[in-house]
């Protein structure tokens, strides 16, 4: 086998070393994968630039990639060239990565999935803070106003939740909901779980919160669009933190300013690339609805961050480590 990667012994392949190329990896994330990799006899390349054309030619057989940067085409040409024959995403939609080119180009991409609980609780937190009005109360506070006006809030205990999506995040986040006391509608398209499921029109006209936790795709890219909202109750609450553009950000703006929807509470944000994740302290923001919704006191934004926790991210590297052993070791078998 090239590249000593991989040995046999005893009729069985067995691994005593790989190099796997990490690219756009945060300082805590290199510092997880330097911690994790001697554990599975991996050898981390670590380069904190997104990929690109110009650094793909560092890259190794097995490629780890993160959800912030998106992977055109071009660069998968590039990482062909380089030999990149699989690449491991560290999130667990793939949207960021153009997988048509990938296939066409014979490189395999796999994602991770790690315990649904960070981004879960963090749902509910956000769910909570809308239904309270924690925006409202916290802005006041900062500027030492300490009147109560208008910012009653309500009880989950009385509210219907519609939970979009019922796969691993989606079930966690039903089986907290049931402990508030609130009635909980689903809506899947495969109905793997014990849930009220209901239709998606039903969801929309029944819920006093909706909350998106399925993949972005061809599909689902802007499910909650005018019409969608239209149908939704008066002064309803919408949950996103699936992706951005799950949500027709110009209809949900829309919906916002005429008073039709009463809030939202946004961990992603369509178009937050190049965004998120970034430092804009000392220059101006350039996105079309950004500093719209932050204006809006019933409007909560964070910066993609659900998902962000020591658990996860400890997970989310074992996982990628993994994927690549996998893979390696199926080129050996094959």
């Known amino acids: 086998m090239e590249k000593g990667c991989l040995s046999l012994k005893g009729g069985d392949f067995l691994l005593k070393h790989m190099n796997i190329t990490v690219y756009g990896c945060e300082q805590d994330e290199a510092d997880a994968f330097r911690a994790v990799s001697p554990r599975f006899g991996v050898i981390p390349t670590i380069i904190h630039d997104p990929v690109s054309e110009a650094n793909a030619k560092y890259a190794h057989e097995c490629i780890s990639v993160g959800h912030k940067t998106e992977v055109s085409a071009s660069i998968l040409l590039a990482l062909k060239r380089a030999g990149v024959k699989y690449i491991s995403t560290r999130s667990v939609g793939c949207n960021h990565i153009d997988t048509a080119a990938a296939k066409r ?3 395999a991409v796999g994602n991770v999935t790690y315990a649904p609980d960070s981004v879960a609780d963090y749902t509910m937190m ?29 009880v989950l205990s009385d509210m219907t939740v519609g939970v979009v999506g019922t796969g ?35 969801l929309l006209q029944t819920s006093d919160i909706v909350t998106l936790h399925v993949p972005l795709n061809a599909d689902t890219r802007h499910m909650i669009g005018r019409e969608q909202i239209r149908r939704m109750k008066q002064g309803a609450l919408i949950i996103n933190t699936g992706r951005g553009a799950l949500i027709d950000t110009a209809a949900l703006v829309q919906a916002l300013e005429n008073g039709k929807l009463g809030g939202a509470a946004l961990d992603v944000l369509e178009g937050e690339e190049g965004l998120f994740y970034c430092d804009y302290t000392q220059k101006p923001i350039d996105h079309p609805f950004f500093q ?23 997970e989310i590297v074992e996982k990628t480590v993994q994927n690549c052993m996998d893979f390696e070791r199926s080129l050996a078998h094959g």
């Open 292 to 314: 719209k919704l932050q204006r809006m006191p019933n409007v909560i934004i964070t910066p993609h961050t659900a998902y962000y926790t020591e658990q996860a991210l400890r």
């Open 105 to 107: 180009l014979g490189i």
């Open 168 to 202: 691993c995040i989606g079930e966690a986040v039903m089986e907290r909901l049931r402990g508030f006391g609130c009635r909980v509608l689903a809506y899947s398209r495969s109905q793997k779980i014990e849930a009220n499921y209901v239709p998606f029109d039903t």
């Open 126 to 154: 956000l769910m909570l803070m809308a239904v309270r009005n924690a925006k409202s109360l916290m802005r006041s506070v900062e500027k030492h106003d300490f009147r109560l006006d208008g910012v009653r809030g309500k």
